[in-house]
């Protein structure tokens, strides 16, 4: 009778993770706040232009793919309520993100990745092994994955055509709010990590990055 218990209730804990990982590869993804830039004129761009920016979108839609599912693994397995509990909040605005640069990626006339279940699926297992070394580790890890992120984010927002306003504001919050989610890791007791475990998440983010602005 327990073991039957103890099989339901796993089951019952996995349906809706498995629901999250569903969500967030395959529907559209919600928001409360408004999209930024939203008001603005489209610019006149050219198809060339329009390509480029839809492809910088997407290799940002990835990203927040990746996102969903590190802070879906890392929730899993942290021992803290309070750091599950950031884990989520974040969560939700990474889920905003999604939402932002599915819109923008559709104003401009992409598609987005056709690779996104792959990375989704790379990165919930990385999230747990990540969790499993600890909260400290765990943190540690999604404030360099942040870092790293602002890093591509400013990148990008130098290679956005000057007169496309629109995604320039989307970047920019976006940003923002990766810079406060690794601020928020650091308070909560992220370690540093070595550095051959930062060059192996540079040598990742790159090879994503190539593969998504493609396809």
Known sequence: MQSDLREI???????PEFDKALRAVFAAAPTRRPMPGQDLPEAEMSDDEKRHVAALMR???CGE???QALYQGQALISRDPAVR????QAAWEETEHLNWTERRIAELGGRKSVLNPLWYAGSLAIGM???KCGDAWSLGFLAETERQVEGHLESHKASLPAQDGKSWEVLEQMKSDESRH????RQYGARELPLPVKWAMKLSSKVMTKLSYLA
Do not use: K, M, P, Y
């Not at 209730?9 to 349906?15: G, H, K, N, R, T």
């Not at 509990?85 to 989520?88: M, N, P, S, T």
């Not at 690794?182 to 890791?185: K, L, N």
């Open 9 to 15: 209730a796993l089951i019952d804990s996995i349906i």
């Open 59 to 61: 290799v940002n839609h």
């Open 65 to 67: 793919i990746c996102a």
């Open 85 to 88: 509990r950031e884990l989520d």
């Open 129 to 131: 092994f990540a969790g």
């Open 182 to 185: 690794a601020e928020t890791a």
